[in-house]
């Protein structure tokens, strides 16, 4: 199992390490684990948390009721 640090994941999101630490205090963002007193995200469970947040617009998170139609679209 992957696994990616607090820095590693602020960089692949380009926002700063700062951020997560808010996240995780206000129980937003991936699910984490502290091993040891060190913080990692498991790589399924932050690949999770960004398929969770795709918009296909400003109005909110694609539904899994759109995903079906344009599933059934592509058809």
């Given at each position: 199992?992957?696994?990616l640090?607090?820095?590693?994941?602020?960089?692949r999101?380009l926002?700063s390490?700062?951020?997560l630490?808010q996240?995780?205090?206000q129980?937003?963002g991936?699910?984490?684990?502290?091993?040891?007193?060190?913080?990692?995200?498991?790589?399924s469970d932050i690949?999770?948390?960004?398929a969770?947040?795709?918009?296909?617009?400003?109005?909110?998170?694609?539904?899994?009721a759109a995903?079906?139609?344009?599933?059934n679209?592509?058809?």
């Open positions: 199992m992957q696994h640090d607090q820095k590693t994941l602020a960089e999101w926002i390490p700062r951020t630490e996240w995780r205090w129980g937003r991936p699910q984490y684990l502290k091993i040891g007193g060190r913080v990692v995200y498991r790589l690949e999770s948390f960004e969770a947040s795709l918009h296909a617009n400003t109005v909110g998170p694609i539904s899994e995903d079906d139609a344009a599933d679209d592509a058809r």
